[in-house]
């Protein structure tokens, strides 16, 4: 995984998650509930692996002010991972194989409604592999 903070964006880096993000807002508006699930999904799956990693030991302090803080325009803002396209490709597998498994979990107990939404959800994420 890559750890570095992220660098503004480019059409390279944020390529899939802008042509998931137009396919969401089509898969809306065709009223499409399992693409729509499965691409909110994997744009949350996505978000949460650029997330900064927490600090490993949060200080307590009884001073107002805390050394090495900062203020102003964009104090509150934490640096973010850059994803890979090996491990973009990574997590959309992860998504794609747990729907899978899922499904047939369903599928060995007679839900087969639920196995058909699972098993589509994982084909609509299939082209962004």
């Known amino acids: 995984m890559n750890d570095r903070p992220r660098t503004p964006p480019t059409a390279d880096v944020d390529a899939p998650r802008a042509r998931m993000r137009a396919d969401l807002v089509t898969a809306m508006r065709e009223r499409r509930r399992e693409t729509v699930s499965a691409l909110r999904t994997a744009l949350a799956a996505l978000d949460n692996a650029e997330a ?30 850059v994803l890979s396209d090996d491990r973009i490709r990574a997590l959309l597998n992860e998504q794609i194989e747990e729907r899978t498994v899922e499904a047939d979990r369903y599928e060995a107990h007679g839900r087969h409604d639920a196995a058909r939404r699972l098993r589509t959800e994982a084909d609509a994420l299939r082209p962004y592999l």
């Open 52 to 81: 900064a990693p927490a600090p490993e030991t949060l200080r307590t302090t009884t001073n107002e002010h805390i050394a090495g803080s900062r203020s102003g325009v964009g104090s509150t803002e934490a640096p973010r991972r």
